[in-house]
């Protein structure tokens, strides 16, 4: 599975889109891109999945580069309670379907 | 929907016990299901993947005689820790993985914190 490099942490102004970067330069053609947050103490939640195109939720953006070698999670209007670690993963789109976590990045929230 | 539980909470044991943790999907079965450990300040680690009816896959230098892992059914998955010992003081993790999913399969359970005093 692709190894993903993260910055360790980044702060974001309340009400202000927090934009969260993820290189995966390894990552081959049938690998799927996932976010996940994990809110202290507590399991990781989804937040987003892409495989080539940008896709959107009610939660979150996430915009792959044409290369797929980086891409970036856009919460467009952070409050508080999205203060959490995000951590970007490739998986495999068959097989185990298991996740190898990276170090993820701390996100604050400033009021 | 797609709700995992894990039970207990948290637990606090003497070393040398053993503390079995369930995992269950509520609302779904679960193909796999899946056991990380996390220690303060760090990443998940993903400690093994658990098939119902099969053995366990254990990633490499987890000790699957420390660690035991059965997933009888299709919504319950347990881990063993056996002779807990204060350094298995850690968060412990699982994820279960819908059955006939094609995205997002894979949802946490609340995590389960084990202290060994």
């Known amino acids: 599975d692709a190894k993903t490099t993260q910055p360790p942490s980044m702060d974001c102004a309340e009400g202000r889109a927090a934009n969260l970067p993820c290189n995966h330069s390894?990552?081959?053609?049938?690998?799927?891109v996932y976010w996940y947050r994990q809110i202290h103490s507590q399991g990781p939640q989804y937040i987003i999945h892409g495989l080539k195109n940008n896709e959107t939720n009610e939660m979150a953006s996430l915009i792959i580069t044409e290369d797929r070698k980086s891409s970036t999670l856009i919460l467009p209007h952070a409050t508080l309670r999205d203060t959490a670690v995000y951590y970007c993963i490739v998986r495999l789109t068959s097989g185990t379907y298991k996740y190898i976590f990276g170090t993820g990045t701390r996100l604050k929230v400033l009021a | 929907g797609a709700v995992v539980s894990q039970h207990p909470s948290w637990v606090i044991c003497k070393s040398g016990t053993s503390v079995k943790i369930e995992c269950r999907s509520l609302?779904?079965?679960?193909?796999?299901m899946f056991w990380y450990r996390q220690f303060p300040k760090q990443s998940l680690m993903l400690m093994a993947t658990?098939?119902?009816?099969?053995?366990?896959?254990?990633e490499q230098g987890v000790e699957k005689d420390k660690f035991l892992i059965n997933h009888a059914s299709l919504t319950l998955s347990t881990l063993t820790v056996t002779s807990a010992h204060p350094e298995d003081s850690s968060f412990y993790i699982c994820?279960?993985?819908?059955?006939?999913?094609?995205?997002?399969?894979?949802?946490f359970g609340p995590g389960t914190r084990l202290t060994v005093l």
């Open positions: 994820s279960a993985r819908i059955r006939h999913s094609s995205y997002n399969e894979q949802f």
């Open positions: 609302d779904f079965q679960a193909t796999t």
């Open positions: 658990s098939n119902e009816g099969s053995k366990a896959t254990y």
């Open positions: 390894t990552i081959s053609g049938n690998e799927y």
